[in-house]
């Protein structure tokens, strides 16, 4: 990767088509080589459980957490003009099966005449896991992998981290981690809801972009949580 003093420049059409030439060829940390300073510059990264123990068997989340240094931000799934959307290689137990991320909806930044979207302060993104049905009651496992993001103010550095957390296994039904419920609840009230019956289409037009969306008055009232 960048250190601190190989910069990317958020301005200009050259950030964009180095980014675009940078997905095309893989992750980014190993596209851009590795960085000798600080991995996870202006943030940092780490995993949390949302129950205090795991039972065989049975599906839980763990949060990715990101934590930002004012003035920065990390992106979201489709970045905008610019960035790249946070990668997570998960390094698991045998038999264990990590979903995809489910990704808040995040906020409009704008840097003339690019426009972006993606997450400033902290974002949570919330993967279920599934772990196989022979755990020993009262072992510990280890959950593990490395987080690769954009980080970005008026220059963009990529970051990532190793992270791991241990987790204990229980036959039994286990409570949320009562110190990070509020996130958890958070995070998943920003998560958008799907509506399988609305039918979106979207084209581009000579003038722009055509989108039309197809729902009966009553598919228009909110979902119920």
């Given at each position: 990767?960048?250190?601190?003093?190989?910069?990317?420049?958020?301005?200009?059409?050259?950030?964009?088509?180095?980014?675009?030439?940078?997905?095309?060829?893989?992750?980014?940390?190993?596209?851009?080589?590795?960085?000798?300073?600080?991995?996870?510059?202006?943030?940092?990264?780490?995993l949390?459980?949302?129950?205090?123990?795991?039972?065989?068997?049975?599906?839980?989340?763990?949060?990715?957490?990101?934590?930002?240094?004012?003035?920065?931000?990390?992106?979201?799934?489709?970045?905008?003009?610019?960035?790249?959307?946070?990668?997570?290689?998960?390094?698991?137990?045998?038999?264990?099966?990590?979903?995809?991320?489910?990704?808040?909806?995040?906020?409009?930044?704008?840097?003339?005449?690019?426009?972006?979207?993606?997450?400033?302060?902290?974002?949570?993104?919330?993967?279920?896991?599934?772990?196989?049905?022979?755990?020993?009651d009262?072992?510990?496992?280890?959950l593990?992998?490395?987080?690769?993001?954009?980080?970005?103010?008026?220059?963009?550095?990529?970051?990532?981290?190793?992270?791991?957390?241990?987790?204990?296994?229980?036959?039994?039904?286990?409570?949320?981690?009562?110190?990070?419920?509020?996130?958890?609840?958070?995070?998943?009230?920003?998560?958008?809801?799907?509506?399988?019956?609305?039918?979106?289409?979207?084209?581009?037009?000579?003038?722009?972009?055509?989108?039309?969306?197809?729902?009966?008055?009553?598919?228009?009232e909110?979902?119920?949580?």
């Amino acid at each position: 990767m960048y250190s601190r003093s190989n910069p990317i420049s958020t301005r200009g059409g050259s950030f964009v088509l180095g980014l675009a030439l940078t997905a095309l060829a893989g992750p980014l940390s190993t596209v851009l080589g590795a960085q000798e300073e600080d991995t996870s510059p202006n943030s940092s990264a780490r995993l949390i459980p949302e129950v205090v123990a795991i039972q065989p068997g049975e599906s839980f989340t763990v949060a990715i957490l990101i934590e930002m240094d004012p003035g920065w931000h990390s992106y979201w799934r489709n970045a905008g003009d610019s960035g790249l959307p946070t990668e997570m290689a998960w390094d698991l137990p045998e038999g264990f099966s990590p979903g995809e991320i489910q990704w808040p909806y995040p906020e409009k930044i704008v840097a003339y005449p690019l426009v972006d979207y993606g997450y400033s302060h902290q974002v949570a993104l919330l993967v279920d896991i599934q772990p196989p049905p022979e755990l020993e009651d009262g072992s510990t496992v280890r959950l593990a992998g490395r987080v690769d993001w954009l980080i970005c103010e008026r220059i963009c550095l990529p970051a990532y981290q190793e992270v791991e957390i241990d987790v204990r296994v229980s036959a039994e039904a286990t409570r949320a981690s009562p110190e990070w419920a509020g996130l958890f609840l958070e995070t998943r009230d920003r998560i958008p809801k799907p509506l399988p019956a609305w039918e979106i289409s979207a084209e581009v037009t000579e003038t722009g972009y055509r989108l039309e969306v197809d729902a009966t008055e009553d598919e228009l009232e909110p979902p119920e949580e």
